[in-house]
């Protein structure tokens, strides 16, 4: 890909996953106020569902990637040596990964 | 720079005028970090939930505390505040809003939408 092009990827990607995070959260709103779960059977079986639970892995790499753009932002716009801002992204992308590593296997033990 | 001896650096961020305009958007960034260094509780308050009857029930109680409820107030200010200004952002994207009296509307409209969540979830929570 052509260098120049990366801040438009990264532009694009954090409109995409906003619009997906969003419509997420109003869906597990309705949920939690319309019909909430009244206990861990009821939870577990709602996410469960093959298509919420894709949903939700959806929500957690949407989130995870939507936050990268913007805390990735923030170090460049703050960090200026060179080498704290490469200590400082590295730090944030392996957490980053953690959580979303975290978050796959405990939606994916749900369906087990 | 070779002017920089000479020109006059005034960063006393405590007296300079902000536009509201900028006031939402430092806000959409504050929140937004706020909102990511959540992110390990929310994927532990999920697996926690998930844990059998005991993690469910743990994490139900959780939310029965006072001070849990104050904080999540504060929490769903700042979520609804960030989504709205984001929103803002992506009409301004899609040029939707652009001229400046609009903007100024837009950027009021988001701060006291944000205030009222955050009022009304004052009410129903707490």
Redesign the interface.
């Known amino acids: 890909m052509n260098h120049a092009i990366y801040g438009l990827r990264s532009w694009l990607l954090q409109r995409l996953t906003a619009v997906y995070l969003f419509i997420y959260i109003l869906y597990f709103l309705s949920n939690l106020l319309f019909d909430p779960w009244s206990d861990y059977q009821q939870w577990r079986g709602w996410l469960a569902h093959p298509a919420v639970n894709i949903a939700t892995l959806l929500f957690f790499a949407a989130l995870l990637l939507h936050a990268w753009v913007g805390l990735r932002d923030i170090v460049i716009d703050y960090i200026q040596p060179l080498a704290v801002r490469f200590v400082a992204l590295v730090l944030i992308g392996t957490a980053l990964l953690a959580m979303g590593g975290w978050a796959f296997l405990t939606l994916m033990a749900v369906l087990a | 720079m070779s002017n920089n001896d000479k020109q006059p650096h005034y960063l006393n961020l405590f007296r300079f005028h902000f536009p509201v305009t900028a006031v939402l958007s430092i806000g959409h960034?504050i929140t937004?970090?706020v909102?990511?260094l959540l992110?390990?509780v929310l994927?532990y308050l999920?697996?926690l939930?998930?844990q059998?009857?005991k993690?469910?029930?743990a994490v139900t109680a959780l939310f029965d505390a006072t001070w849990v409820r104050v904080i999540s107030v504060f929490l769903i200010w700042a979520?609804v505040h960030h989504?709205l200004a984001?929103?803002r952002f992506?009409l301004l994207?899609l040029e939707l809003g652009i001229a400046r009296p609009t903007a100024k509307m837009t950027a009021w409209a988001v701060n006291i939408g944000g205030i009222v969540i955050f009022l009304l979830s004052a009410v129903i929570l707490i």
């Open positions: 960034r937004g970090a909102l990511a992110i390990p994927v999920l697996a939930s998930l059998g009857n993690g469910f029930a979520l989504g984001g929103v992506l994207d």
